[in-house]
């Protein structure tokens, strides 16, 4: 069953002179617990397209549906708490808080999720994903005291932490060296392997072709959105 739906969806950015057409017409169907990439050059509509699944940007015309319902049908509350409770999203720049401890700054996203659990069973459940991550002797150490991969390790740990259905990654292993991107990616390929949805935006072609399927764009159109990885 289709998990996120696209049809004829075009996002369309207004400019003085001439407006900039950043997806085209974009017909896409993703299944629940698929592990998918999307590749294409810069400003192709790699991350307009990330964004707009995860609920971030609207999509000018066309239709988006989350799971069976139409998103343009929800007030911002309701998609606000959709997003909050549905989505984990990984960017490539860690976006971690420098003065918290890896363990706060895990357990901070439970105030964006608009989770109502105590402090000591976040703090409980947060130690359980950083440990799932490879961190558990990280606890208290700080973000400047990490490696690229422990940093992004730690960012994968918070997006998990509402337990969403769906994964969106902006460039996950775009910082990274060879090793700590395929330790990055072997992770996401686990949360897939577990049920999720994991969606990867990505440049790297060796690393897209690991996945399930690739989606490829180009000037904010699919040019092929059945490719299936060897």
């Known amino acids: 069953m289709s998990l996120l739906k696209l049809d004829q969806v075009a996002k ?17 169907e993703i299944d629940a617990g ?86 000591g069973a976040l703090q409980a459940r947060s130690r359980k994903l950083l440990e799932k991550v490879g961190l558990a002797h990280r606890l208290q150490h700080r973000p400047r005291e990490l490696s690229g991969g422990e940093m992004q390790r730690v960012a994968i740990a918070r997006a998990l932490l509402s337990e969403p259905s769906v ?23 686990e949360l897939s392997d577990d049920g999720k949805t994991v969606v990867i935006v990505t440049h790297d072609l060796a690393l897209a072709s690991k996945t399930g399927r690739m989606i490829s764009l180009k000037d904010g159109e699919v040019v092929d959105g059945s490719l299936t990885a060897a």
């Open 34 to 119: 698929e592990c998918v990439s999307i590749v294409g050059s810069s400003g192709s509509g790699k991350t307009t397209l990330l964004y707009l699944l995860g609920l971030l940007t609207d999509p000018s015309r066309g239709e988006y549906r989350f799971d069976g319902a139409a998103v343009e049908d929800l007030g911002d509350r309701e998609r606000s708490a959709l997003r909050g409770r549905e989505i984990g999203f990984v960017f490539q720049s860690f976006h971690l808080l420098p003065q918290l401890s890896v363990l706060d700054n895990v357990r901070l996203a439970a105030r964006y999720a608009g989770l109502g659990e105590g402090v």
């Open 167 to 189: 994964i969106l990654a902006d460039e996950p292993t775009g910082n990274l060296d060879d090793t700590n991107g395929d330790r990055v990616f072997g992770l996401l390929q």
């Open 12 to 28: 369309i950015y207004p400019m003085p002179g001439e407006d900039v057409h950043a997806l085209r017409q974009i017909t896409l």
